[in-house]
């Protein structure tokens, strides 16, 4: 079954929504009229490079094909991508959203054998900020705390014996600046909660020292509990970079993003997970082979519980056949 874009057909033409077959189309109508907002501002920036983004992205995803695909253990018949052609610009949200997901299925098929060979390892969700800069100042402040979280893991009473970072850019409530943070799952040893246990204030305060500043950053530390899945948490460590709301807020804020992200890293592994997820920070990814599921996590562990969710309108066509 073949999908494309509606202006490819007149409206004459025996042409049926994605999404009124199923409930996919929904997921790729957000995302890919979101696409075409983002190759509008790129388009409008008049410079070389953005122009080139923006022809780019306006391509992208122009045709999907999928397949009927038997899904267990219900054996009921569900659409798979099986091919499509994607730009790769790292702010299309189409591209964004394809990439979070391979990273996601990645972990949930990692995670398992990291668990059985430590199975007594204990799971923290710890997040890292500081105070918002200026939009212009992002990649700067972006340098300044991957520089900090590297001396932090270098200090001897550092816990995790293994940590995938990630990071995570939102907009200001001012609506200009930037609030840039550090999303870590980091697995520690089960002797952390009797012989080497942080706690939150000593955090903070290991945290504002490798930052060398003069005010005590605001930082999140979570546990998960003993016995319970760490994949619960893979939708907030392995989600977006910059939510797709904000991508699409503000065109100056937007296109200043993208210089000052441009060329950084996203995700990065260290310690023991290095050895088996060191795949997540490798480029040119896979982008198709991956569910289309939305991104929903239920837990009986409701601190830790993320649940994600589209609800996408768009232009895209399946043909009748």
Wanted: proline letters at 4%.
């Amino acid at each position: 079954m073949n999908v494309s874009s509606e202006d490819k057909f007149s409206p004459t033409q025996n042409i049926l929504s994605l999404s009124e077959v199923s409930f996919i189309g929904e997921i790729w109508d957000k995302h890919r009229a979101n696409a075409d907002k983002v190759s509008d501002y790129y388009a409008q920036a008049g410079e070389g490079y953005f122009n080139r983004y923006a022809w780019r992205v306006k391509m992208c995803s122009e045709w999907l094909e999928f397949q009927l695909v038997s899904a267990k253990p219900e054996g009921i018949l569900q659409f798979k991508l099986s091919d499509a052609k994607f730009c790769r610009v790292r702010h299309c949200p189409v591209c964004q959203w394809r990439r979070s997901l391979m990273w996601k299925a990645k972990a949930y098929k990692i995670l398992p054998q990291v668990v059985t060979d430590h199975p007594k390892y204990r799971w923290l969700f710890v997040t890292l900020t500081v105070k918002n800069c200026q939009i212009e100042e992002l990649r700067e402040t972006l340098d300044w705390m991957n520089k900090a979280f590297k001396r932090l893991t270098e200090l001897k009473v550092w816990p995790a014996k293994g940590w995938v970072k990630s990071i995570e850019v939102t907009k200001g409530r001012d609506g200009i600046s930037a609030h840039p943070h550090l999303h870590i799952l980091a697995m520690v040893q089960p002797s952390y909660f009797s012989h080497a246990y942080l706690s939150h204030s000593k955090w903070v305060a290991l945290w504002q020292k490798c930052l060398r500043i003069d005010y005590e950053p605001v930082t999140h530390i979570s546990v998960i509990a003993k016995h319970h899945d760490p994949k619960i948490l893979i939708p907030e460590i392995l989600k977006y970079q910059v939510k797709e709301s904000d991508l699409i807020g503000d065109k100056e804020w937007f296109l200043e993003l993208t210089r000052q992200l441009h060329k950084t890293r996203a995700i990065a592994v260290g310690g023991l997970l290095r050895h088996y997820m060191r795949e997540l920070e490798e480029k040119n990814q896979d982008l198709i082979d991956e569910s289309e599921e939305t991104d929903e996590v239920e837990s009986n562990h409701a601190d830790l519980t993320v649940t994600e969710s589209c609800n996408p309108k768009a232009s895209n066509k399946v043909i009748r056949e």
